[in-house]
């Protein structure tokens, strides 16, 4: 972490334990502030950032550490440890990945709890969040105008976790943000393919805008309204273009048969097999 991330930490106040250490780094995980992978600082300034003797640092990061919130790497330094992955265990992701339903129950599940985040923003957003979500929203734009669209996704991502801690609500932050764990590692669907329909880019610039102006506004009611019908374009194309790969597969197999070539071994399965959702 940097510099500008030592006014996290606030000196322990009261007994000075490791206790009161461990409270006080708890909470900056379960709120969202520390991030899996953030990088503490250093044993010497986190322990003269909290007021603490290096003893007591010591004993609140292991015991951290012994809770799975905290990994530290010999001569590397102490992380966040990656607790969103795991709310989504491999098994489970490989096995919904193998099967079209998912990616519809993805995005329904998904279109609630956007709906629900979005409308308690909408409330509950302070001046510090809403600036977020109007510095990415100006990022977001910026990418649209000089045609990034790899910068326009990584912006998608971050404009909904934003919404997610602006509704301050530490369960729905997580749960968001392992749904987002999926989505930017393309395990359901293909976010990119999305982004290839015709005016696909345009229209979801428009949608993020209008959720965050709702937001902005404390229009709950519109937030939500906004942030759902957000969810049905993506729905809908996340359809068309699942239709459109088996349309080509099809279309690929007609021509084999008519020109008379039959592919052989792998390749004839491969061609016989619909293609993954998240090729």
């Known amino acids: 972490m940097s510099d500008k991330d030592d006014g996290l930490f606030a000196g322990v106040s009261h007994s000075r ?11 900056l995980i379960l709120d969202g502030v520390l991030r899996d992978g953030d990088r503490l600082p250093g044993e010497r ?14 004993e609140a990061l292991k015991e951290l550490e012994a809770r799975g919130l905290l990994v530290s790497h010999h001569g590397g330094g102490t992380f966040v ?13 490989d096995l919904i990945s193998r099967h079209a339903r998912a990616t519809r129950d993805y995005l329904e599940y998904r279109r609630e ?18 600036a977020l979500l109007s510095r990415i929203i100006d990022d977001m734009r910026r990418a649209h105008e000089i045609g990034q669209p790899e910068g326009e996704l ?26 987002y764990r999926l989505l930017s590692e393309g395990i359901l669907f ?16 428009e949608q993020h805008i209008a959720i965050h ?41 007609r021509m084999i048969r008519r020109e008379g070539h039959q592919p052989s071994g792998r390749s004839q399965r491969n061609a016989l097999q619909p293609k993954p959702e998240n090729d």
């Open 113 to 130: 709890l956007e709906g629900l985040t979005a409308e308690l923003a909408a409330r509950r957003a302070t001046e510090d969040d809403k």
């Open 45 to 58: 300034d986190l322990a003269q950032s909290l007021d603490v003797s290096r003893p007591i640092l010591r």
């Open 17 to 27: 334990t490791a206790d009161e250490v461990v409270h006080q780094l708890e909470l």
């Open 81 to 93: 440890a990656d607790i969103i992955g795991q709310v989504f265990s491999k098994p489970i992701t």
């Open 154 to 179: 990584a912006a998608d991502v971050e404009f909904h976790n934003a919404i997610g801690e602006a509704a301050h609500n530490v369960i729905l932050l997580h749960t968001m943000r392992a749904c």
């Open 213 to 253: 102006d709702a937001i902005l506004a404390g229009d709950a009611a519109l937030a939500k309204q906004a942030a759902q019908a957000h969810i049905d374009f993506v729905m809908q194309a996340a359809a068309e273009t699942a239709r459109s790969d088996e349309w080509s597969r099809v279309s690929k197999l």
């Open 190 to 205: 293909n976010r990119r393919a999305v982004f290839s329909l015709a005016n696909a880019r345009e229209r979801l610039l």
